[in-house]
């Protein structure tokens, strides 16, 4: 169903997007990046949590709306906070 699609798709993408992040941070000598990188394990094992319990449920309504709101919660601090940091770092190093 088009749950499961979601899941999948936000699987591939997080995932993606994580790699891709952690690489950045790397090149640019990030010191967060073991910090960002647990946040990025926790967020996949939550998700890998409520894939299974979706499968388990078959479905279930709560499944869903705890996943939209995990994800929407998950992603708006995530990109307001830590990606936020990122590009002062980044901009830090500039202005030397």
């Given amino acids: 169903g088009i749950i499961s699609q979601m899941l999948d798709f936000l699987d591939d993408y997080t995932k993606t997007h994580f790699r891709d992040e952690e690489k950045y941070m790397l090149e640019i000598h990030y010191p ?3 910090t960002q990188k647990r946040l990025h394990e926790s967020f996949i094992a939550e998700l890998a949590k409520l894939k299974s319990e979706y499968k ?3 479905g279930n309504v709560v499944v869903i709306i705890s996943a939209n709101q995990m994800v929407v919660n998950w992603l708006i601090q995530h990109i307001m906070v830590q990606d936020k940091k990122i590009g002062q770092f980044v901009k830090s190093q500039k202005d030397c």
Avoid: A, S
């Fill in 32 to 34: 967060e990046l073991n």
């Fill in 56 to 58: 388990k449920t078959g």
